[in-house]
């Protein structure tokens, strides 16, 4: 039981942030950001790049982190805000053209090439009788600050009362002086930047290559959608319900369901999991799951 | 050299016939279709799946309107309470899954490894001039399928399709049938799409997976965007704009000495580019939707 709470707590570390910084950066700019997935990828790269200059770990990291956000803050003002006066779904393939461009960049500048931030290897930690490296647990307290941050930002301090009073009604709070611009900035450099320690925590356990960012993108977008697309708190509930699917069905003997004594689903076959969540979800949950009202989305 | 551009020329129009169907879609309908190149799975594993079993290309092309016709409604489903990004989102996912069944179902699909020798629709003796005849093939299937979009779009039907793009729910409200619509516009974008994987298979013999990454749905996406968004003739210059200068990129990298990850790169810069270009300074494309002139 231990493994499995535990792969699933490294899965939700995974999905969690890119889908909160998802769901934020959707509170207030009102369309599905796929160029996220691409900050989630440049963001490790440049940490590996910084690190390679000689930087700290830490400083390299940060320092990846402003640069995403800066990155994000930039193509929203120059290219999504633009494209958004024509209609969510023409910002949404913006986006993904953006990305694109981001998969181009990194394939002339690293290569396609897998590889690896210098960790010294040492024996894995004894956790409740459970291997976990030192790498694995530092990304989990990544995310775990990352989220405390957030959610004191968000409801702790004024510029937080600000984005949520803008994402709830932006004429109202345009008419009681908030800086709508400002807000919507603020917000689009955090998404930025938790996108890109989104995929540092990922990069620190495993390897870093051009395709991370594809791989996450369904993963996250279910679990965005779950926890309802403007609820950065609810995406991490959506992460927590993605990764336990997965685990459970990586996992799981289903062979006494039907009689038999072993029926494993096929490996392949895991990551079809969150897929299957997300339609569903959008079939009959579109606007989260803690959502009941019937409207058109 | 006259081989390579009559390669060329046959993708170019097998892609202009599915770049038609996504505008029918998008560029009318206002349905943001992320998950096209399923349409065009359907086909090309129809065709695939008859040759593995030892049926002929009839069987063939029965098996692929029948797949095609259950996504197409799956996905008009799905339409029926989704706003456009989120339909977007939905399409895309259910072409991830089903590119996953036809990686992994080894024993029917053949897995990654695909379909291979399903043999030349035309067999003529000599394999160029069964090339051409597949070409023209092509060729009258693509000019069909814009003669029959064009009526489609000109007609009453056509109207209501920009109806439910523009003001879905003026369109409710004159008592227009919306999931009907959106499940006739799919059907009608479909079949030229699986037509299309259909003819494709036949041409290049082999048929798997990896024809059917989400990405190639975008190189689609980019050749709607680039011709125009609502306008059939655009997409057909889309489809051919994007397929010459893929062509020309290999000889790019020869020319100028670069590594082999620069095709890769530079068909990504392409699409990427194209997109957000066109999107920005030029969003009606090459050739802009008419506006007007159609009684129904």
Redesign the interface.
């Known amino acids: 039981m231990i493994p499995i709470i535990i792969d699933i707590v490294l899965r939700t570390g995974d999905i969690a942030l890119a889908a909160v910084a998802l769901s934020a950066g959707y509170s207030l700019v009102k369309?599905?950001n796929i160029a996220l997935m691409q900050y989630a990828t440049v963001g490790p790269f440049l940490a590996y790049l910084f690190a390679s200059w000689g930087a700290p770990l830490v400083a390299a990291a940060l320092a990846a982190c402003i640069a995403v956000g800066l990155i994000a803050v930039l193509l929203n003002i120059t290219?999504f805000d633009?494209?958004l006066k024509?209609?969510?779904?023409?910002a949404?393939?913006?986006s993904?053209?953006?990305?694109?461009?981001f998969?181009?960049?990194l394939?002339?500048t690293a290569?396609?090439d897998s590889r690896h931030f210098d960790f010294p290897v040492e024996a894995p930690l004894n956790v409740f009788g459970s291997p976990v490296t030192g790498p694995q647990l530092l990304a989990v307290a990544i995310s775990l600050a990352a989220f405390v941050l957030l959610a004191a930002l968000l409801f702790l301090t004024d510029i937080g009362r600000c984005m949520r009073a803008t994402a709830t009604n932006p004429d109202l709070a345009r008419a009681t002086g908030i800086d709508a611009r400002l807000v919507v900035r603020v917000i689009i450099f955090l998404s930025g930047v938790l996108a890109a320690l989104g995929g540092i925590g990922i990069a620190v356990k495993g390897e870093l290559n051009i395709l991370m960012g594809q791989d996450l993108m369904?993963p996250v977008?279910?679990a965005a959608?779950l926890g309802g697309l403007g609820n950065p708190m609810g995406a991490i509930f959506g992460a927590l319900v993605i990764a336990t699917a997965e685990t459970l069905a990586a996992t799981l003997n289903f062979g006494p369901l039907i009689g038999k004594a072993f029926l494993f689903i096929?490996a392949?076959?895991i990551?079809?999991a969150s897929?299957?969540i997300?339609?569903l979800a959008?079939?009959f949950r579109?606007h989260g799951l803690f959502v009941n009202e019937v409207k058109?989305? | 050299m006259s081989e390579f551009a009559l390669h060329v020329a046959t993708i170019a129009a097998l892609y202009a016939m599915l770049a038609l169907s996504l505008n029918l879609q998008a560029g009318f309908a206002g349905l943001i279709n992320f998950g096209q190149i399923a349409l065009f799975g359907c086909g090309t594993y129809g065709a695939a799946l008859a040759f593995s079993h030892a049926l002929g290309p009839l069987a063939g092309f029965a098996l692929g309107l029948v797949l095609v016709v259950l996504v197409a409604l799956l996905f008009a489903r799905l339409g029926r309470n989704l706003g456009a990004d989120y339909w977007g989102i939905a399409t895309l996912s259910i072409g991830e899954i089903l590119r996953t069944i036809a990686t992994n179902e080894i024993d029917i699909t053949g897995g990654a490894q695909g379909i291979g020798g399903i043999p030349a629709l035309f067999d003529t003796g000599s394999p160029l001039s069964g090339r051409l005849i597949l070409f023209a093939v092509v060729l009258a299937a693509l000019i069909a399928t814009w003669f029959a979009f064009r009526r489609l779009t000109q007609s009453k039907f056509g109207l209501s399709l920009r109806l439910l793009r523009e003001e879905p729910q003026l369109a409710a409200a004159f008592g227009y049938d919306l999931d009907g619509l959106r499940r006739r516009i799919m059907l009608a974008a479909a079949l030229p799409a699986a037509l299309s994987g259909f003819l494709f298979a036949h041409y290049l013999t082999f048929v798997g997976p990896d024809q059917l990454f989400a990405s190639e749905t975008f190189v689609i996406w980019t050749m709607v965007v680039v011709g125009g968004l609502g306008s059939h003739a655009g997409a057909v210059i889309g489809a051919i704009v994007v397929q010459c200068l893929f062509a020309l990129v290999p000889f790019a990298k020869d020319a100028f000495g670069l590594p082999s990850e620069f095709v890769a790169a530079m068909r990504l810069v392409l699409i990427g580019g194209g997109l957000i270009g066109f999107l920005l300074l030029r969003p009606q494309g090459l050739i802009p939707e008419r506006i007007g002139g159609v009684r129904g």
């Open positions: 369309f599905p290219v633009r494209l024509s209609g969510s779904a023409i949404m393939i913006g993904l053209a953006a990305g694109m461009l998969t181009a960049a394939l002339v290569g396609p369904l977008f279910a959608i096929p392949n076959y990551t079809a897929f299957l997300l339609v959008l079939l579109p058109r989305v």
